[in-house]
């Protein structure tokens, strides 16, 4: 347990299906991050939310959506995904002053 | 040029080696350093994270930054094969954006 909990672990969607992964996190912190891990590619921030507000979005395409609707959970609504967006997306926390990001166990994606 | 290179191995090393594992980069706006461990089918754990230049140890496991070489090492002494996972370098440089190397696959045979 990482204190860092994602749902669902696997998700096998077709490219005209809406689906939504969430994130909780129960270690008091005040910083969010949505990830995505690719094959042979490094990790690639997505999303970045301090204190529920959006800080950064790194020209991540539209048919990614992230909320957050409190400082301890996260979603990120998918619609319209490509096969290319097949991936292992990884949520992350913080706090607001500390680099640390504690993460947790992934959703592996699978867009067919 | 990447900002993070480090060498995807995959590395193989007898148990009891001394393994090192090495990032390079290129921007020396980099303040923070961390070093993620990632097991197979599971989410990258923190191991260890320095700030400055020079050495950090944390039982078998060393931390090293040379700011001016724009090089950081983590060394594991004793392996285990309870080590075997892919390490991840990771640098920040404020805005809470991490940067992440590739990850070297390493496994250590019994």
């Known amino acids: 347990e990482t204190g860092v909990t994602q749902t669902p672990r696997h998700l096998v969607m077709g490219m005209t299906n809406k689906k939504s992964l969430k994130c909780e996190q129960h270690?008091?912190?005040?910083?969010m991050y949505w990830y995505k891990q690719s094959a042979k590619k490094p990790l690639e921030l997505m999303f970045v939310y301090n204190f529920k507000e959006q800080t950064e979005n790194n020209s991540v395409p539209s048919r990614f959506s992230p909320e957050c609707p409190n400082s301890s959970h996260l979603f990120l609504h998918l619609h319209t995904l490509q096969p290319e967006d097949s991936a292992l997306y990884l949520c992350?926390?913080?706090?607001?002053?500390?680099?640390?990001?504690?993460f947790g166990q992934g959703t592996r994606l699978t867009v067919v | 040029q990447k900002e993070v290179e480090q060498d995807p191995g995959p590395l193989s090393v007898p148990e009891g080696a001394i393994v090192s594992l090495n990032c390079t980069y290129s921007n020396s706006a980099f303040q923070y350093f961390m070093w993620y461990r990632q097991y197979s089918r599971k989410g990258p754990e923190l191991l260890m994270y320095t700030y400055s230049s020079g050495n950090k140890e944390d039982g078998r496991f060393t931390a090293q930054v040379d700011k001016s070489s724009k090089y950081i090492s983590l060394f594991i002494r004793d392996s285990q094969p309870s080590d075997s996972a892919t390490y991840l370098c990771?640098?920040?440089?404020?805005?809470?954006?991490?940067?992440f190397g590739q990850g070297t696959r390493l496994t250590i045979n019994p």
């Open positions: 990771a640098l920040e440089q404020g805005a809470q954006k991490l940067v």
């Open positions: 992350a926390s913080s706090r607001r002053d500390n680099p640390e990001a504690f």
């Open positions: 270690l008091g912190h005040n910083a």
